[in-house]
């Protein structure tokens, strides 16, 4: 066993926490008051090379391992950037960009990747349905092969990115009488005659994130836009598993990391009964089960990433594993965080209350922790 | 980056687990039996001496990753057997650790090498009434007198006592920290009866007096003055309490798990249960996020040790709550069966308490943390 970064990997996550608190964060929580898309920011994530990390130069990518991709997260995470940003990065980048690269053929990735890589187009992808959330063999969206076309008919709900995205990886039936076989992928472009995304939703929590609805009405894309063959679209959206349980999972590491020094620096100032609130005991607690679970997350995230760059097939368990801890242990910490900062904690002028509603889609987004469970007992 | 344990590793793991499952057949390593504590104990030792076990993380063993190694083999044993586990250790990585570390020459060859051939049973004491947080200085005594130092003190709680060949005392001497390696008939010596305990039966621990202790000058050793001995002792307590707490998760864990695929009620296993299922479900998260973060605890006490400190508190206090939990869970996947009293899971159960408690406890390893966080230490 080897736990090391490589010393480039290190040098890079502070390169990224530097320009993150400067360039973003002193943003954030004024986009998150107005619930509003920081399309700058996301440019300048695009600019710095983040959101084509683990993509091929060829598209304008890095070419870096997925640990570095998901040192990034954390870096993110850990600089205070919040988690709405971080969640549209994730989406846009493992959940769209990355099938596309994957399974899309070369004139399309030519055609997409260089446009969401550089950040100019922003993605989204469509799976989950108002009937058809974990289950996902039970969705209603249907492609029908007419001619050299597929017509879409159907809703998605839930999509990050839905109000604002140039580009969607949308699954729909092909076989309606089929359950997983029967799910195909697609790419359609906005502006594809009826193909709509609703209004945003107003959410708990990662509310910089857009939402929202995508609706299908007689849709037509041309027939190169299926992704693969169909009947793949299953696979296709179980492979997303493994940014979910990994680089998606960062940044809830990172901002472990952010709370505790922010909770440490505040500790260290606010006097009570003449001294630093940091000098009890139970705020010294507090500070400990943050650390704790920055420590305990850190090291699962990195192994999904480490087992993705040695190529071997998602370890469902351990993957499992990983979301469950992120999903489950996060709140503790979270709820920590804001109590250590008292009244404050629970005011927008300071960050604590946001990251506790960020944190608060863990146990939810990718998969719930209920689901988790169900995958882990099934399979041990 | 490496997640993986070396198959070299690996197969030292299932050697342990076959050499001491015999041994540890029907608990009976595990139970209070003064007139053979001792005995089972020595086949203990004598069994993992054929392996690389007990020179783990104490001397380079070829193909092995020191104390990285020793987690992973570790955690086999304290599942195998809590109670052996702990002996084993506190013979093994506390006294003959500080004779490793801090002893010369001569006391080497003799007190560790009969220790790791397991032909010794040592015992090392530190804890005091007066022990607190902040480490106060140890009462313990020696007075040079000549050729020989006279000791005075008492200790408490230390594992082993009872069966104990040789047992180094922690203490002072000239000013500074000593160890005092006592023979178990010294005069002087006085070793409290076993204690009664709510785990670890068959781990005895005692207390011990000392009332002018002499001893001969070569049977001290003084650690490096600039060495917190007392702090470097508590270190090493902490990581045998990780792999005594990543054992009791695991056989607590698989005990249920197996328990919940071959116990049925209401014609299936109760495993397809979603109160059990998500139940193992949890107490899996809990033991394979444990054993990451001893295992990275490990990997940086061997390649970074100034660096360890913190970390190994944080999987100190992570490790030992969630044995408590597992196990906790395991009773009741259990049943009936779990409350009765000799099964595995009863037993870890008992004992994770403790894995709390000693050492480190998990109350004043939080306080260490969030002042290594708000900077007002180290």
Redesign the interface.
Known sequence: ?????TKEQLMFKKEIIRFAKKEIVPRVQEYDLNEAFDFESFRKLGDFGILGLHFPETYGGSGADV?TTVMAGEALGEAGVDGGLTLAYGAHSFLCADTILRHATEEQRQRYLPKLISGEWIGCMGLTEPDAGSDVASMKTTAEKKGDKYVLNGSKIFITNGPIADVAVVYAKTDPSQKHAGISAFIVEKGTKGFAAGAPLIKMGVRTSQTSELFFNNCEIPEENLLGKEGEGFNMSLQTVEWDRSALLAPFVGAAKYM?NS??DY??KREQFGRPI?KF?A???????I??FA???Q??A??IA??KDQGRPLNH??A??AK??VG?WSIGPANDAMVVFGGYGFCHEYNMERIFRDSRLAPIGGGTS?I???I???I? | ?????SEKEFTLFVDINEKMGGLAANGQLDRKDPAHNKENIKQALKQLAQTPYLKLGLQPVDGY?GQ?SWMGAAETLAAVSPSAYLAVEASTRLFGRAVNEWGDSNQKSKWLTPLLEGNLIGALAISEETLNIENDPLTAQGERQGESVAINGAKQYVINAPIADWIAVAGTCDDAYALFLIEKEASGLTVEPAMETLGYDGTPISGIRLEDCRIPNEQVIFPPADIDMAEAIRMWENQILLGAGLGLSKAAYETA?DHAKSHRSGGKPI?AY?E???K???M??LF??SQ??A??TA??AE?SPKEAG??LL??K??CAESAEQVCSEALKILGGNGYITGNSVERAYRCAKYVQIAGTSTEI???K????????RN
Do not use: P
């Open positions: 066993m080897d736990f090391a970064f640990v505790l909770c440490a500790a260290r940091g005991q705020v010294k607690h507090k500070l400990a089960n650390r704790i420590e305990a997350s090291s699962l990195y192994k480490w087992c368990l351990e499992a594993v469950l801890f489950d209920d988790q469970k169900m882990i007992s099934k041990i | 980056m490496n997640y993986d344990f990753q990285l798990r495993i979603q059990v299922g998500f193992l479900a949890d899996l998260t394979q996020t990451l973060l295992y990275r990997w940086t390649t913190e970390l944080c999987a206090v992570f390893g939080r306080v943390i969030g002042d290594a966080a708000l900077g007002y």
